[in-house]
């Protein structure tokens, strides 16, 4: 059984340089393992690689990273060397998370193509396979249905000699699988093949659903299943005295009532005592150490940090 770490989502970065300092060191003060950037065009989110580049220059132990980078933005040949520098300069304290890409209004905001699923899901396999070449051999060369490298130099080298350690999830079988094969990390999360999020989305966070996912990645990894840590992003994580209540207040806008809700393993909510016991048991039930919550929370959630870390 893996040890709890606890990461943050900053996913409503403060609009200021000073007030991303102060949040980076303050996620390290409170004992989060990571602070984490999304990768989408709305909502005034910071661009990743700079905003983690920052925030690794003003901590000493908080590791940083993607959560997610989209692969359909950028070539994976640049993205491993921005990810070996960043790795290098803050002494391995990066985490890479990427993906095949889903939310419709970033393909419509940049004018990029919106292949379907199983097109970016290929390439985003291609660009793993060239990214991790590239930090492990030191080159890397592919003639892909996607990329066509020729002997591309992976330098600077990485601080990890097996360059940052990747995460890669989902909700479907085929980003699972390769997953499962590839990443040191494994998100397990609903599907959103819709390129939304609606009311279809509701229908796959139930504890069955999140079982099947677990099931998968433990099918597809074989024999390097005891190497992957398996990480939950929060759709919420609501530190309140009396958890059911506040359940029976939200839960009916999503069509669903708080008995429902409370067994949803992407919602927390409870005392503190009673989201420890809850995390202890999804743990034990799905295997998920390494939780991430948004950066909302990051106060109220940090007893909980303080019990579970590192046990």
């Not at 989305?201 to 996912?213: I, K, L, N, S």
């Not at 074989?222 to 990480?231: H, K, T």
């Amino acid at each position: 059984m893996r040890r709890f770490r606890f990461g943050v989502q900053a996913s409503s970065p403060p609009q200021s340089g000073q007030g991303w300092i102060e949040l980076a060191r303050q996620a390290e003060s409170l004992g989060y393992s990571t602070l984490f950037v999304p990768d989408h065009l709305d909502d005034a989110q910071f661009s990743p690689i700079v905003a983690l580049t920052a925030a690794a220059m003003v901590t000493t132990t908080l590791r940083v990273g993607s959560l997610v980078f989209n692969n359909d933005y950028r070539h994976p040949v640049t993205v491993a060397r921005e990810m070996a520098t960043l790795d290098l300069i803050s002494e391995g304290r990066l985490e890479v998370g990427i993906g095949a890409g889903w939310k419709r209004t970033d393909y419509d905001q940049s004018g990029i193509r919106y292949d379907p699923a199983g097109i970016r899901i290929a390439r985003l396999a291609e660009a793993v396979e060239i990214m991790v070449s590239l930090w492990r051999e030191g080159s890397a060369t592919l003639n892909g249905e996607h990329y066509v490298v020729e002997r591309a130099t992976g330098l600077p080298k990485p601080f990890s000699a097996d360059g940052p350690p990747l995460i890669i999830g989902g909700g479907g079988r085929r980003i699972l699988d390769l997953a499962a094969r590839n990443a040191q990390i494994v998100g397990i999360n609903p599907s959103l093949a819709a390129g939304v999020i609606g009311t279809e989305v509701a229908r796959t966070v139930g504890p069955e659903r999140f079982m099947e996912r677990v099931n998968w990645v433990k099918e597809s990894a074989g024999d390097r299943i005891d190497e992957i840590e398996l990480q939950c992003l929060t759709v919420v994580a609501q530190v309140v005295d009396n958890g059911y209540s506040w359940l029976s207040e939200v839960a009916p806008a999503f069509g669903i009532t708080a008995d429902e809700a409370k067994e949803i393993p992407i919602v927390l909510a409870g005392s503190v005592d009673e989201i420890i016991e809850t995390l202890e048991m999804r743990r034990a039930r799905f295997g998920f150490s390494y939780w991430v919550i948004h950066q909302q929370e990051m106060q109220a959630f940090a007893p909980v940090v303080a019990a579970l870390d590192g046990k």
